[in-house]
């Protein structure tokens, strides 16, 4: 099954061209980097993946129901939003209501809208919403106020609730930019154990390409909107990523990352060419 088709996805705001004909294919269960430089197109792409924004033109199909396409939203979107779970760098949670009720929000979805806005969970849901809670290491703070946590915790916690929401794909758009190593590890971990757990598929954009390297078997790399690299993240190589980054080079690549020699065993598209080269293996 295939997770994510997207096919000639274009997005223009004004006269930026953000998104640019991208095409590409995620199977269900991988988990795969997104990455390149700041601008490069990186949130938009997910912000279309999970039907939260019209492209131009180009269709994107999320594990096999269209939910876009030609600028157009499915009429099923709304509905297929819900095995979509997305979590943003600044945690999007309710800073005042506690950890668990947060949580508990991942049910809205799936139960009717007066028990929903009266906030009335039966004891099944806040079960599965503390083993949710317990699987990403936070059931002790379930009912402190989400204010209180670390970054790193509520980032979790946002992780929590998009367990509770049942989703089956997990975009998360630069889940760890402001935490420190250790949390930021800890985040990924998570979705790493998420994803070979339970078979989630899980697309995350990145900014420092040692966690893609490390957690991520496939990586896609974004320039000026439009797909550049798709293949291996141990085929990165120092050179193609100074390419991609440009100035910011220093501070986003991985001091061990391997020789521009390095092997490719998978098709990618590389920085310059505009079209698919098959890399030798
Ligand atoms: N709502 C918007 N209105 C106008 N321009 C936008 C909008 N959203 C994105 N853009 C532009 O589209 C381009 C891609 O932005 P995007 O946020 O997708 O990049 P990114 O790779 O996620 O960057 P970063 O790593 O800094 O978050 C940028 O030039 C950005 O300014």
Same mark, same amino acid.
């Given at each position: 099954?295939?997770?994510?088709?997207?096919?000639? *996805?274009?997005?223009?705001?004004?006269?930026?061209?953000?998104?640019?004909?991208?095409?590409?294919?995620?199977?269900?269960?991988?988990?795969?980097?997104?990455? !390149?430089?700041?601008?490069?197109?990186?949130?938009?792409?997910?912000?279309?993946?999970?039907?939260?924004?019209?492209?131009?033109?180009?269709?994107?199909?999320?594990?096999?129901?269209?939910?876009?396409?030609?600028?157009?939203?499915?009429?099923?979107?709304?509905?297929?939003?819900?095995?979509?779970?997305?979590?943003?760098?600044?945690?999007?949670?309710?800073?005042? *209501?506690?950890?668990?009720?947060?949580?508990?929000?991942?049910?809205?979805?799936?139960?009717?809208? *007066?028990?929903?806005?009266?906030?009335?969970?039966?004891?099944?849901?806040?079960?599965?919403?503390?083993?949710? *809670?317990?699987?990403?290491?936070?059931?002790?703070?379930?009912?402190?106020?989400?204010?209180?946590?670390?970054?790193?915790?509520?980032?979790?916690?946002?992780?929590?609730?998009?367990?509770?929401? !049942?989703?089956?794909?997990?975009?998360?758009?630069?889940?760890?930019?402001?935490?420190?190593?250790?949390?930021?590890?800890?985040?990924?971990?998570?979705?790493?154990?998420?994803?070979?757990?339970?078979?989630?598929?899980?697309?995350?954009?990145?900014?420092?390409?040692?966690?893609?390297?490390?957690?991520?078997?496939?990586?896609?790399?974004?320039?000026?909107?439009?797909?550049?690299?798709?293949?291996?993240?141990?085929?990165?190589?120092?050179?193609?990523?100074?390419?991609?980054? !440009?100035?910011?080079?220093?501070?986003?690549?991985?001091?061990?990352?391997?020789?521009?020699?390095?092997?490719?065993?998978?098709?990618?598209?590389?920085?310059?060419?505009?079209?698919?080269?098959?890399?030798?293996?």
């Amino acid at each position: 099954m295939v997770a994510v088709s997207i096919d000639g *996805l274009t997005k223009t705001f004004g006269r930026k061209r953000a998104l640019n004909g991208v095409s590409l294919e995620i199977p269900a269960g991988e988990m795969v980097a997104l990455i !390149g430089a700041s601008g490069s197109g990186k949130s938009t792409l997910i912000r279309h993946i999970a039907g939260l924004e019209r492209g131009d033109a180009g269709c994107i199909a999320i594990h096999g129901r269209e939910i876009q396409s030609a600028g157009r939203l499915s009429g099923e979107a709304r509905d297929m939003r819900r095995s979509i779970g997305v979590i943003f760098q600044q945690f999007n949670l309710v800073d005042r *209501l506690p950890v668990i009720t947060n949580v508990l929000v991942g049910f809205l979805g799936q139960i009717n809208r *007066l028990r929903g806005t009266l906030g009335f969970f039966s004891r099944n849901e806040k079960h599965i919403a503390m083993r949710a *809670l317990h699987r990403v290491g936070i059931c002790e703070q379930a009912r402190q106020r989400a204010s209180t946590l670390s970054g790193g915790q509520q980032q979790r916690a946002a992780i929590a609730r998009a367990l509770v929401q !049942g989703a089956r794909l997990m975009l998360a758009d630069e889940p760890i930019a402001s935490l420190d190593p250790a949390s930021a590890r800890r985040v990924m971990e998570i979705l790493a154990g998420i994803n070979k757990e339970d078979g989630m598929t899980v697309v995350v954009s990145l900014h420092q390409v040692e966690y893609a390297r490390r957690y991520c078997p496939r990586t896609i790399a974004m320039k000026d909107g439009a797909v550049v690299y798709d293949g291996p993240s141990v085929a990165l190589d120092t050179a193609f990523l100074k390419e991609l980054y !440009g100035e910011a080079s220093d501070e986003l690549i991985l001091p061990d990352a391997p020789v521009s020699d390095q092997p490719r065993e998978r098709p990618v598209v590389a920085i310059g060419s505009g079209a698919p080269a098959l890399a030798t293996a």
